[in-house]
């Protein structure tokens, strides 16, 4: 390809354009290396091949669209609806709640996650027998692992 364009300039300018030209002289080489490795054997032989990068491929587009997911979460309508608000995140994994306090924006909103394993733990508060306005022990866990704590400060 380097050859053709270099026959269709002067002399002159030859060297310009074979310099500006060589940070890229090395994809037609690499296409053709990748075409004859996929598609230069046999066919059960490509298809094979062509599974193998299959889930490689798959597992970082993947892992590309799940992180930029989060730029899509919009909290700016809740920005303005009160001064304190509050998200809670349960059962959701450390990475999760990582990427929910990186990616997603928001102003004045307040985001409290919690992990799942902490979240297992409620079933295990839970009285026989007594309504839920009567579990103490299930609303003290609540308010410990759950709930946001907030600060009260003078004004």
């Known amino acids: 390809?380097?050859?053709?364009?270099?026959?269709?300039?002067?002399?002159?300018?030859?060297?310009?354009?074979?310099?500006?030209?060589?940070?890229?002289?090395?994809?037609?080489?690499m296409q053709q290396e990748v075409m004859q490795f996929f598609f230069g054997a046999s066919g059960m032989v490509s298809f094979l091949k062509s599974v193998a990068l299959l889930f490689?491929?798959?597992?970082?587009?993947?892992?590309?669209?799940?992180?930029?997911?989060?730029?899509?979460?919009?909290?700016s309508l809740l920005d303005y609806l009160s001064k304190n608000v509050t998200v809670r995140l349960t059962y959701a994994s450390p990475k999760v709640g990582e990427y929910w306090r990186t990616h997603v924006s928001r102003e004045r909103v307040r985001l409290w996650s919690v992990e799942a394993k902490v979240m297992m733990g409620w079933r295990n508060q839970m009285q026989a027998g007594a309504a839920l306005p009567q579990q103490e022990k299930l609303w003290k866990w609540v308010r410990d692992n759950v709930d946001d704590r907030v600060r009260w400060q003078a004004l």
Do not use: K
């Open 1 to 29: 390809m380097l050859e053709q364009l270099l026959c269709n300039v002067s002399e002159h300018w030859q060297d310009l354009v074979e310099l500006l030209a060589a940070p890229l002289s090395w994809i037609p080489q």
């Open 56 to 75: 490689p491929a798959l597992l970082w587009f993947s892992a590309v669209w799940l992180t930029g997911i989060y730029t899509y979460i919009d909290l």
